[in-house]
Nanobody
Framework: QVQLVESGGGLVQAGGSLRLSCAAS????????MAWYRQTPEKTRDWVAT???????LYVGSAKGRFTISRDNAKNTAYLQMNNLQPEDTAVYYC???????????????WGQGTQVTVSS
């Protein structure tokens, strides 16, 4: 059984910062890709950023220069540092990870429960 638990969301004023964390726990052999998505009530779940095992990162255009994704492989944890937050960043942020739970087994996809980020103007 694998769980992804996000934390660090909250209410912040425009221009402020938040740091989200995503901790994976359970029977974990290895974690491949980790990523962050976000979703508002009106929209689908949209991709924000990805980090690969080797540290390579990718960002959606609106996050470039403001958000930084990182990971601590020893702690099975990913982070999303969000700076200069704007009201349009308001959403529930979800962590995603590609995890193998058995030696020689296949990777499976896991989602966290989400953490609310609200940016006031």
């Amino acid at each position: 059984q694998v769980q992804l638990v996000e934390s660090g969301g909250g209410l912040v004023q425009a221009g402020g910062s938040l740091r989200l964390s995503c901790a994976a726990s359970g029977t974990i052999v290895s974690i491949n890709t980790m990523a962050w998505y976000r979703q508002t009530p009106e929209k689908t779940r949209d991709w924000v950023a990805t980090i690969h095992t080797d540290g390579r990162t990718l960002y959606v255009g609106s996050a470039k220069g403001r958000f930084t994704i990182s990971r601590d492989n020893a702690k099975n944890t990913a982070y999303l540092q969000m700076n200069n937050l704007q009201p349009e960043d308001t959403a529930v942020y979800y962590c995603f990870a590609d995890i193998r739970t058995q030696i020689g087994g296949l990777y499976s996809l896991y989602w966290g429960q989400g953490t609310q980020v609200t940016v006031s103007s």
